[in-house]
């Protein structure tokens, strides 16, 4: 997650909240608001097995997520689990997997949007936005 903060550093407010003039593109702000939403439901949500609910406001709160990753037992990593619609996520029925798989996929799903951030941001600060 740190990449995703640097990816964000020294971007104005209206920097930040722009979209690039890309049909269908969102803003930095809106890209990482979903990468900490996917990564505090898969991380405490999925792998953790706390319960809890997607909130979006809250999506920007991480706290918990040390302490959770803190107490999972890593004899319990390849336990596997059937999600809730909720924490999976829409347009796919939750299919089993392990803890240790939800971890990898908040890696991979993180990695895919920094690179949409970075060409938001590229475009943004040039001016490619309309």
């Known amino acids: 997650m740190a990449d995703v903060w640097d990816a964000l550093k020294g971007l104005s407010d209206e920097q930040l909240n722009r979209a690039p ?6 803003s ?3 890209i990482a608001t979903h990468i900490l939403g996917n990564a505090r439901a898969w991380v405490l949500g999925i792998a953790c097995g706390q319960p809890l609910r997607r909130d979006r406001p809250a999506e920007f709160s ?4 040390y302490e959770a990753l803190a107490a999972l037992d890593p004899s319990r990593l390849d336990e596997r689990l059937v ?3 909720e924490l999976w996520g829409e347009g796919f029925e939750p299919t089993k997997i392990s803890r240790r798989e939800a971890l990898a996929h908040v890696l ?3 990695s895919m949007h920094l690179g949409q951030i970075h060409i938001t941001r590229d475009l943004v ?5 309309r």
């Open 21 to 26: 003039g890309v049909e269908g593109s969102n």
């Open 28 to 30: 930095a702000y809106v």
């Open 62 to 65: 991480s706290q918990g997520t």
């Open 83 to 85: 999600p809730s619609q």
């Open 108 to 110: 991979e799903h993180a």
């Open 125 to 129: 600060v040039a001016g490619g936005s």
